[in-house]
C-alpha cells in the first residue's frame, strides 16, 4: 500500500504561482510513475501531468505545458508541482496518484493509477 498526501493549495491570483507537494509512504516511491489530475466544479477529472519513477520523463496535458513543472525527490519520496502563470481555469482540486508502470512509461488515464491522494484545492482568482 502507498499513501499520498498532498499539499500546498490555496488562493492565488491570475499569473501567480503555487508548488504542490506530494509525500508519499512505503519502501517502492522510485518503482511508481507519480501523476497529478485535477477536479474543477462540475467538471470530470482530468491529467495534468506525470513524470517516471527515475525522473528521466515527463509528459503534459497541453492546457498546462509551459506553465507546469512536475519534479521528483525520490530520497524524500516526494513529488512536486509548480504551477506559475495559473489561470482561473486552473481552478481545481488536485490530486496526486502513483501508478505501477513499466519503466519510463507514463500513462495519463486515471484508472491505471492505483494510489491517489486527498487532493488539494487551488484557486485562482481574476
Known amino acids: 500500500q502507498v499513501q499520498l498526501v498532498e499539499s500546498g493549495g490555496g488562493l492565488v491570483q491570475a499569473g501567480g504561482s503555487l508548488r504542490l507537494s506530494c509525500a508519499a509512504s512505503?519502501?517502492?516511491?522510485?518503482?511508481?510513475?507519480m501523476g497529478w489530475f485535477r477536479q474543477a466544479p462540475g467538471k470530470e477529472r482530468e491529467f495534468v501531468t506525470a513524470?517516471?519513477?527515475?525522473?528521466?520523463?515527463?509528459y503534459y496535458a497541453d492546457s498546462v505545458k509551459g506553465r507546469f513543472t512536475i519534479s521528483r525527490d525520490n530520497a524524500k519520496n516526494t513529488v512536486y508541482l509548480q504551477m506559475n502563470s495559473l489561470k482561473p481555469e486552473d481552478t481545481a482540486v488536485y490530486y496526486c496518484?502513483?501508478?505501477?508502470?513499466?519503466?519510463?512509461?507514463?500513462?495519463?488515464?486515471?484508472?491505471?493509477?492505483?494510489?491517489w491522494g486527498q487532493g488539494t484545492q487551488v484557486t485562482v482568482s481574476s
Open positions: 496518484a502513483a501508478d505501477w508502470a513499466l519503466s519510463g512509461v507514463i500513462r495519463t488515464t486515471q484508472d491505471n493509477y492505483d494510489y
Open positions: 513524470i517516471s519513477g527515475s525522473g528521466g520523463n515527463a
Open positions: 512505503g519502501r517502492t516511491f522510485s518503482s511508481y510513475t
